[in-house]
């Protein structure tokens, strides 16, 4: 770098240029090398434009022989790009550039340093073990075991503590640790789940109490149950042998009417038991025990095999009940009829055996006929399980650290019993609460290497599936074949195609957005009398089955923002007041032109989760959309903000959220942030703190300036970022870790890859697969 005199008329585009706030950005901002690309008129229109009357000449130049400036330092360029594509340089108030002359000079600076990415990639260092978390650990059990649905009393996420949380998710490796406490849980539950697959008939007593929410609606039909009737619960649960299982019914509420409660195993009617009025017996079904009166609990000894099945307890509809309730205001409480509070389910009882379910199917791959046949079946179920356990080809090491504890079994209670020892050993080892990777031997140190096909095989099905690889890709990745680019392509679509698929909704859309947060919402019960738990429900499920038809359909993400339709029950559709819905089901509904409920922005989940319990928020909205859509999160607030004020100059009076959010923001402190956050949150004012369209806030007309029409035009003109944002949550879901600097290049590439499909959902997690953060790795220091 040199200091030297030039003529600011003839050679503007050499010249460093400084003001004020920005001195950091001038200083670095416009090498030579840069103005060698682009016209001299265009830098300087820049400079003009931004510096206006306080251009000053610093007198110091890059030399024009240095064409690797960039490169040298791509954390600060990096940063500088980003102030770019996001307009937020130069400072609010300050003249600004042409928009084509952001993009001409951020343009430029993401070739140079894309250029510099490709030569010599850095693909980051990531743990050489990252152990599953509790969700993956949920599902990789049900996949090697086929166990779909566990008994809630082994519910991974009763069993296992919570996961630490970094960037929204809860699956970056850095922070998951085991603790020796932690150790002692992973214990508990191998043993809980290997003697639930095996189908052990001297296991203990399980209880299962499914306790139903006060403010759950109990007068409509329930999804799954049979039409004719309402309220209770459907609930999918493991019965792990064939035996007789106890259902103990609480009801809510005196009836003075005679009600009936149906009890169904898989939609067969088992019980029927009358309550309330002037009944009594016993009811009539193919279980044993009594009725009851409403204030007293109904207990009965049901048969039922062995696997998963669909439990059902409802009432049997009576047509004036639902007539008088479609005449009541719907309020909060399970409604003004009997309702169920709880059933709990034990068992088992009188064991007949282990039954013949799925995950015995999965697991005894052979049946020895005699002592001599034995262990030779044993190695032969053990190989086959540390394959799909370990993820990856089993060894004959691998079964004989298993046989003690088989053998240990076996003399305890034979051979299932020598099954399940193993299994449970195998559920707490390394190679299956863990993902490991290894190095290459004599690699050098902070060196980029291409992963192996078997750990790719795992990174893609814990991404995708949040789960273990299937036989079909361990066999491809055990075969070399990943690294064809052709078979990478059809192993991912296939498996986006595949049911275990839901996870990108369940597990990584539901972090992204935070709709989790649904779940500890609870709005005031005076301001909002209609809020219960049918209505979050019904929230969490639109936004599920929303997301889930841009994976499924493999439309543009653009659509989260655009989409004319959406998904709705009854009870949701009254909400929104959309005429002509009835049911509990859910359904899709195309939208009127202009409607302001299209896309993730007019959906109650998130409406809901940016409000607080008495009001709405357009900083937490705001800062929701700039954080999560636009990859742009404002800094955090200075220390000691006051809390906003409501009230107005005279007694009684009340602001409305802008006015007092006008009179918060007078603060110089305050402002700069609120200029970026508020109007967006006053975009989208009209809704209420559960989503409700609303007119007027505290009496007076709501001003939301161009509202949602007028917010999504602003994210689609800015629909760059928002392609770049989902891309970098996809990418930073998939690689477990944090992103940094050196992640931007393959994120731009993700995105222009997924350009010419419009940006499928298929398309960016392509991207994210074919990328160098997914595909490789750096050698340690």
Same mark, same amino acid.
């Not at 960039?70 to 130069?90: A, D, F, H």
């Not at 020892?421 to 559920?427: C, G, I």
């Given at each position: 770098?040199?200091?030297?005199?030039?003529?600011?008329?003839?050679?503007?585009?050499?010249?460093?240029?400084?003001? *004020?706030?920005?001195?950091?950005?001038?200083?670095?901002?416009?090498?030579?090398?840069?103005?060698?690309?682009?016209?001299?008129?265009?830098?300087?229109?820049?400079?003009?434009?931004?510096?206006?009357?306080?251009?000053?000449?610093?007198?110091?130049?890059?030399?024009?022989?240095?064409?690797?400036?960039?490169?040298?330092?791509?954390?600060?360029?990096?940063?500088? /790009?980003?102030?770019?594509?996001?307009?937020?340089?130069?400072?609010?108030?300050?003249?600004?550039?042409?928009?084509?002359?952001?993009?001409?000079?951020?343009?430029?600076?993401?070739?140079?340093?894309?250029?510099?990415?490709?030569?010599?990639?850095?693909?980051?260092?990531?743990?050489?073990?990252?152990?599953?978390?509790?969700?993956?650990?949920?599902?990789?059990?049900?996949?090697?075991?086929?166990?779909?649905?566990?008994?809630?009393?082994?519910?991974?996420?009763?069993?296992?503590?919570?996961?630490?949380?970094?960037?929204?998710?809860?699956?970056?490796?850095?922070?998951?640790?085991?603790?020796?406490?932690?150790?002692?849980?992973?214990?508990?539950?191998?043993?809980?789940?290997?003697?639930?697959?095996?189908?052990?008939?001297?296991?203990?007593?399980?209880?299962?109490?499914?306790?139903?929410?006060?403010?759950?609606?109990?007068?409509?039909?329930?999804?799954?149950?049979?039409?004719?009737?309402?309220?209770?619960?459907?609930?999918?649960?493991?019965?792990?042998?064939?035996?007789?299982?106890?259902?103990?019914?609480?009801?809510?509420?005196?009836?003075?009417?005679?009600?009936?409660?149906?009890?169904?195993?898989?939609?067969?009617?088992?019980?029927?038991?009358?309550?309330?009025?002037?009944?009594?017996?016993?009811?009539?079904?193919?279980?044993?025990?009594?009725?009851?009166?409403?204030? %007293?609990?109904?207990?009965?000894?049901?048969?039922?095999?062995?696997?998963?099945?669909?439990?059902?307890?409802?009432?049997?509809?009576?047509?004036?009940?639902?007539?008088?309730?479609?005449?009541?205001?719907?309020?909060?409480?399970?409604?003004?009829?009997?309702?169920?509070?709880?059933?709990?389910?034990?068992?088992?009882?009188?064991?007949?055996?282990?039954?013949?379910?799925?995950?015995?199917?999965?697991?005894?791959?052979?049946?020895?006929?005699?002592?001599?046949?034995?262990?030779?079946?044993?190695?032969?179920?053990?190989?086959?399980?540390?394959?799909?356990?370990?993820?990856?080809?089993?060894?004959?090491?691998?079964?004989?650290?298993?046989?003690?504890?088989?053998?240990?079994?076996?003399?305890?209670?034979?051979?299932? %019993?020598?099954?399940?020892?193993?299994?449970?050993?195998?559920?707490?080892?390394?190679?299956?609460?863990?993902?490991?990777?290894?190095?290459?031997?004599?690699?050098?140190?902070?060196?980029?290497?291409?992963?192996?096909?078997?750990?790719?095989?795992?990174?893609?099905?814990?991404?995708?599936?949040?789960?273990?690889?299937?036989?079909?890709?361990?066999?491809?990745?055990?075969?070399?074949?990943?690294?064809?680019?052709?078979?990478?392509?059809?192993?991912?679509?296939?498996?986006?195609?595949?049911?275990?698929?839901?996870?990108?909704?369940?597990?990584?859309?539901?972090?992204?957005?935070?709709?989790?947060?649904?779940?500890?919402?609870?709005?005031?019960?005076?301001?909002?009398?209609?809020?219960?738990?049918?209505?979050?429900?019904?929230?969490?499920?639109?936004?599920?089955?929303?997301?889930?038809?841009?994976?499924?359909?493999?439309?543009?993400?653009?659509?989260?923002?655009?989409?004319?339709?959406?998904?709705?029950?009854?009870?949701?559709?009254?909400?929104?007041?959309?005429?002509?819905?009835?049911?509990?089901?859910?359904?899709?509904?195309?939208?009127?032109?202009?409607?302001?409920?299209?896309?993730?922005?007019?959906?109650?989940?998130?409406?809901?989760?940016?409000?607080?319990?008495?009001?709405?928020?357009?900083?937490?909205?705001?800062?929701?959309?700039?954080?999560?859509?636009?990859?742009?999160?404002?800094?955090?607030?200075?220390?000691?903000?006051?809390?906003?004020?409501?009230?107005?100059?005279?007694?009684?009076?009340?602001?409305?959220?802008?006015?007092?959010?006008?009179?918060?923001?007078?603060?110089?402190?305050?402002?700069?942030?609120?200029?970026?956050?508020?109007?967006?949150?006053?975009?989208?004012?009209?809704?209420?703190?559960?989503?409700?369209?609303?007119?007027?806030?505290?009496?007076?007309?709501?001003?939301?300036?161009?509202? /949602?029409?007028?917010?999504?035009?602003?994210?689609?003109?800015?629909?760059?970022?928002?392609?770049?944002?989902?891309?970098?949550?996809?990418?930073?879901?998939?690689? *477990?870790?944090?992103?940094?600097?050196?992640?931007?290049?393959?994120?731009?590439?993700?995105?222009?890859?997924?350009?010419?499909?419009?940006?499928?959902?298929?398309?960016?997690?392509?991207?994210?697969?074919?990328?160098?953060?997914?595909?490789?790795?750096?050698?340690?220091?």
């Amino acid at each position: 770098m040199k200091h030297r005199d030039t003529d600011p008329q003839t050679n503007a585009a050499s010249r460093i240029l400084t003001c *004020g706030v920005s001195l950091w950005l001038c200083l670095s901002l416009f090498p030579l090398t840069l103005a060698a690309q682009m016209p001299a008129a265009v830098f300087t229109q820049y400079c003009v434009t931004c510096h206006n009357a306080r251009l000053k000449t610093a007198g110091l130049v890059i030399d024009p022989t240095d064409t690797a400036h960039v490169s040298t330092n791509p954390e600060l360029w990096e940063k500088v /790009i980003r102030k770019l594509r996001s307009g937020s340089m130069p400072p609010a108030g300050a003249p600004r550039p042409s928009p084509a002359t952001y993009d001409a000079v951020a343009t430029f600076l993401e070739t140079e340093l894309d250029r510099a990415a490709a030569a010599k990639p850095n693909p980051g260092t990531l743990p050489l073990l990252h152990r599953l978390t509790r969700t993956e650990y949920q599902n990789a059990v049900r996949d090697l075991l086929a166990l779909d649905a566990l008994p809630k009393e082994m519910d991974i996420s009763l069993l296992l503590p919570a996961d630490n949380v970094s960037s929204g998710f809860d699956n970056i490796a850095d922070l998951l640790f085991v603790s020796p406490a932690t150790m002692e849980r992973y214990l508990d539950a191998a043993r809980k789940i290997s003697r639930l697959a095996v189908g052990d008939p001297e296991m203990p007593v399980m209880v299962n109490i499914h306790r139903l929410h006060p403010e759950q609606w109990q007068e409509e039909r329930v999804d799954e149950l049979s039409f004719g009737t309402r309220g209770g619960l459907a609930v999918r649960s493991y019965f792990p042998v064939n035996a007789e299982y106890n259902f103990k019914v609480e009801v809510a509420g005196a009836a003075r009417d005679a009600h009936q409660i149906e009890i169904t195993i898989d939609g067969e009617r088992m019980q029927l038991i009358p309550v309330g009025g002037n009944t009594g017996g016993t009811g009539g079904g193919r279980g044993r025990g009594r009725g009851a009166a409403a204030d %007293r609990p109904l207990e009965f000894r049901i048969p039922v095999k062995a696997g998963s099945r669909l439990v059902g307890v409802t009432f049997i509809e009576k047509n004036q009940a639902r007539d008088e309730e479609t005449l009541r205001p719907r309020m909060r409480g399970r409604g003004t009829l009997p309702a169920l509070a709880s059933v709990t389910i034990s068992g088992p009882f009188n064991v007949n055996g282990p039954g013949d379910t799925p995950s015995r199917h999965r697991l005894f791959l052979c049946k020895p006929t005699g002592a001599a046949d034995e262990l030779a079946c044993a190695k032969k179920i053990l190989a086959t399980l540390t394959r799909r356990a370990y993820r990856q080809p089993s060894t004959d090491a691998d079964v004989q650290r298993l046989l003690p504890f088989y053998t240990a079994g076996k003399m305890e209670g034979g051979f299932d %019993r020598g099954i399940q020892k193993a299994l449970e050993r195998v559920l707490v080892s390394p190679q299956f609460m863990f993902r490991i990777e290894s190095e290459p031997p004599n690699v050098a140190p902070l060196t980029a290497y291409r992963i192996s096909d078997i750990e790719l095989a795992s990174r893609l099905s814990f991404f995708i599936w949040s789960s273990i690889p299937d036989d079909e890709l361990l066999d491809a990745a055990i075969a070399g074949k990943l690294k064809n680019a052709a078979v990478l392509e059809q192993q991912v679509r296939r498996m986006l195609a595949d049911g275990r698929s839901e996870s990108m909704v369940t597990n990584f859309a539901a972090q992204w957005l935070y709709l989790r947060d649904i779940e500890a919402k609870q709005p005031d019960e005076i301001l909002f009398p209609n809020w219960d738990e049918t209505l979050r429900e019904a929230f969490r499920r639109e936004t599920e089955l929303f997301l889930e038809s841009i994976l499924r359909e493999n439309r543009s993400v653009l659509d989260l923002l655009t989409a004319n339709y959406t998904f709705v029950n009854e009870r949701l559709a009254k909400h929104y007041g959309i005429p002509n819905v009835t049911g509990s089901f859910f359904r899709r509904v195309t939208l009127p032109e202009g409607s302001p409920r299209g896309g993730l922005l007019g959906q109650g989940s998130i409406l809901t989760i940016t409000s607080y319990a008495n009001r709405t928020s357009p900083v937490l909205r705001g800062k929701w959309v700039l954080e999560n859509l636009l990859a742009a999160p404002p800094p955090p607030p200075p220390p000691n903000v006051p809390a906003l004020k409501t009230d107005g100059p005279e007694p009684g009076q009340t602001l409305t959220m802008r006015e007092a959010m006008t009179k918060h923001r007078a603060s110089p402190a305050c402002a700069s942030c609120h200029a970026r956050m508020d109007p967006i949150g006053f975009a989208m004012e009209n809704f209420d703190a559960i989503g409700r369209w609303r007119d007027r806030d505290s009496g007076k007309p709501i001003d939301a300036e161009d509202g /949602i029409p007028g917010l999504k035009k602003m994210l689609l003109e800015h629909s760059g970022e928002f392609v770049s944002a989902v891309t970098e949550k996809l990418l930073m879901y998939a690689a *477990g870790r944090n992103l940094q600097y050196y992640d931007a290049p393959a994120i731009r590439e993700i995105v222009r890859s997924g350009a010419p499909s419009n940006y499928t959902f298929a398309s960016l997690v392509l991207g994210v697969v074919k990328s160098v953060p997914f595909q490789m790795r750096r050698s340690a220091g």
